[in-house]
């Protein structure tokens, strides 16, 4: 164990707890990996649950199979040998005896313990020549010298409980839920009274939320339910608060100092792309350009978020942009995911744009050194209008003569960073984001609630709902006759195998296999082919080429055409092992079909058995194609921390709130943030406060990895 450190500041947040009694090197390298470096961490390392012990039972009155406490002196311990040998307490309270009996570290046990001794206990009550409990939780109710912790106060029994979440290796250095229990207690004890509050007193006095201070004591060690509750409306709302003030503050920052290209003038370009699209645009997408046009003639920066569902339109308005973008004299640029994405949308874009005179590239990874540098120069020069690519837009040698706008489609499949880097190469330029996976919007007003957000809820006139359906691997062969009738009426088909994440060599076999089967088995006589993600991009392009022309029948893949690829003729999407798949990416794959006036299907084969949550995926699939209510499903699965992953660590932790289900309390924290960053005077206030606390410094230092989406 180290020396401890003198702590001279407070709160003390950014103390390390290495030097804290009781932690010392091994202890704290365990912390570290959990995410927990300094004592105001410790403090913020929040039970997971909770355990009632807060009603002490007479012996007498405890009844078999139920949980309960009783308080009690030792009268006899010891090792008893036999077929197993066991450690036996018996304790008695004055109304009753009970047993207590261990099977492991037997030593121990008869080290620790000796009669006389005043203990609380609890546990399930069990029958056996007697009442007993096995491996009870207990605390000592008289000090134990050679703890460093206090043990005038139960900790473990009697009581509310809190429940610590730990892992393997913290519990093999004695941080179990029992060892976190003893560590903040002790810190609460020595430095409680010494937090000072992380947001301005008035302002909490104000909300009628509890002191940081109170709240922080109990969250960890409550003495009712009341109290436990008011700690976690207070902790809760704090997080909420500080996430949706560096969003108000970004958001006003933006408004107030950045200068941002006014692209005021809608030309002929316009007009004429308007007049050659062979569709009508639906009223919401006429509804969502008129906010992203309105948003491009205003003095400061763009950043808006456009989310549609699969099908729904959004590139081709992503396009009209571009061309405003280019009919105001700058520069237009649109970074895909993937080159399969990427080449698509060139593709499309050019046959619309070459009409109209507007140069556009596409630079990805795989092309040749000569093509590569004439599309830098034409960059740099200005012939270049449009570009679409791949990350290969933001590697350092690209720059730009006059870039305007960013376009960021499936922005969730980029790191903060990457985004960055790309409207770094203009001057303030206007960006928009995009993505085909719906956000529930109480977790958008977290994770984008500092962009504007435009949805294109309804889909382009003539298209027929998809009908979906599931089944296990034995009707695998009904299926495949249904794709060959299918194929045979004329219509083309996918047949998806699932992403491994851990080995892609193993998901290149798995569709590998797949495709050699069908096309020697109940395919022999169809055009198929085979796409992944490990072919060259000339080959890629080749396939794709040839499924959008009609000349391949059925097409076997991996996820690489999870978004983006755009076939009409395309009616049945059979998805194997579907299982496997995430809810959101089982949506995303079902959007490859359904793109044109033909009746289409969507399959899943599933192995069997499937686990609870898969059938809940598979299920959800075949009641909805809302994307909206797919998300909330999903994300009540999974939770909303890989929601706020898609910020790639742009985003601080929410460490007690759930947008989900503290959805009033997130509009509360988002009114009142969003009033203070825009009032000057409250601003500054609020700002100075925060800074004097160490509590707020790792919000604060997120700020500017926030400037993109």
């Known amino acids: 164990m180290l020396k401890e450190h003198k702590i001279n500041s407070f709160p003390p947040g950014g103390t390390s707890v290495q030097y804290l009694k009781g932690i010392g090197e091994k202890r704290a390298r365990e912390l570290v990996k959990v995410g927990v470096e300094t004592i105001g961490d410790l403090m913020q390392y929040y039970p997971r649950r909770y355990l009632d012990r807060s009603n002490i039972t007479p012996i007498k009155d405890l009844k078999i199979d139920e949980t309960a406490t009783v308080v009690a002196t030792i009268q006899t311990c010891g090792i008893q040998k036999g077929k197993r040998a066991r450690f036996v307490m018996i304790v008695t309270d004055g109304s009753g005896s009970l047993n207590c009996v261990w099977f492991n570290m037997l030593q121990f046990w008869q080290k ?265 120069t034409a960059l740099q020069n200005g012939t270049c209008n449009i570009i679409i690519g791949t990350h290969a837009v933001i590697q350092q040698a690209v720059s730009f003569q006059k870039l305007g706008l960013v376009v960021i489609d499936e922005q969730h499949r980029f790191g903060v960073s990457q985004r960055a880097l790309l409207t770094e190469k203009g001057l303030n330029p206007d960006v928009l984001v995009m993505t085909a996976t719906p956000i529930p919007r109480t977790l958008s007003l977290t994770v984008y609630g500092d962009l504007d957000v435009s949805i294109i809820d309804e889909l382009p006139s003539g298209r027929k709902p998809i009908i979906t359906s599931w089944r296990y691997e034995n009707k695998r062969e009904d299926i495949y006759k249904f794709v060959k009738s299918q194929v045979a009426a004329g219509r ?54 040839a499924f959008k022309s009609g000349d391949l029948q059925i097409l076997v893949s991996t996820t690489v055409i999870e978004v983006g690829v755009d076939v009409p003729n395309a009616t049945v999407m059979v998805i194997e092992n579907a299982e496997r798949f995430g809810l959101t990416q089982l949506h995303q794959l079902r959007g490859r079909v359904g793109r044109g006036g033909e009746q289409s299907y969507c399959i899943m084969i599933a192995k069997y058995p499937i686990t609870e949550d898969a059938m809940t995926r598979l299920k959800t699939m075949t009641e909805t194609t809302d994307g909206f209510k797919i998300a909330e499903v999903d994300l009540q699965l999974r939770g909303p921390g890989e929601f706020f992953g898609s910020r790639q660590h742009g985003m601080p932790e929410l460490k007690i709130a759930n947008p989900l289900t503290d959805s009033k309390l997130l509009l509360k924290a988002r009114d009142e943030a969003f009033r203070i960053a825009g009032d000057l005077k409250l601003k500054d206030e609020m700002l100075h406060y925060l800074n004097q606390n160490t509590f707020y410094q790792s919000y604060k230092n997120k700020i500017e990895m926030m400037r993109i989406g």
């Open 112 to 376: 620790k313990f000796k009669p006389g001794q005043l203990l609380a206990l609890s546990g399930k009550t069990g029958y056996f020549g007697g009442k007993q409990m096995v491996h009870p939780d207990f605390d000592m109710l008289s000090d134990d010298e050679e703890s460093p912790y206090s043990r005038d106060e139960f900790l473990h029994t009697g009581k509310i409980i809190p429940i610590y979440p730990s892992t393997e290796a913290l519990s093999h250095v004695g941080l179990d839920s029992r060892g976190f229990r003893r560590v903040i207690h002790w810190l609460l004890r020595q430095y409680g009274d010494k937090i000072t509050d992380t947001l301005p007193p008035d302002f909490v006095s104000q909300l009628n939320l509890l002191p940081f201070q109170l709240a922080i004591k109990n969250i960890h060690f409550p003495e009712s339910f009341h109290q436990l509750k008011q700690a976690q409306t207070r902790l809760k709302f704090e997080e909420l608060f500080m996430l949706e003030f560096m969003l108000a503050f970004r958001k006003h920052t933006i408004l107030q100092t950045q200068k941002g290209i006014v692209f005021s003038k809608v030309g002929e370009q316009t007009k004429q792309l308007s007049e050659k699209l062979p569709f009508d645009l639906t009223a919401s997408q006429k509804k969502v350009l008129y906010e992203i046009h309105a948003d491009m003639k205003k003095p400061h920066p763009m950043y808006r978020l456009l989310q549609g569902d699969v099908g729904s339109g959004k590139t081709i308005i992503a396009l009209i942009a571009m061309i405003i973008a280019v009919e105001n004299g700058y520069q237009a640029a649109l970074m895909a995911p993937t080159e399969i994405l990427a080449e698509q949308h060139f593709l499309t874009f050019r046959c619309y744009l070459e009409a109209l005179g507007i140069d556009i590239r596409l630079l990805i990874g795989a092309q040749r050194k000569a093509e590569r540098e004439e599309i830098l």
């Open 492 to 545: 083309q088909a996918y047949v998806v195998f699932p992403l491994i994440e851990e080995s892609e060599k193993l998901d290149l076999k798995s569709a590998t296999e797949g495709y050699e089967k069908l096309r020697s088995g109940i395919f022999a006589d169809k055009q198929m082919a085979l796409l992944h993600g490990r072919m060259k991009s000339e080959e890629k392009d080749a396939i794709m080429t």
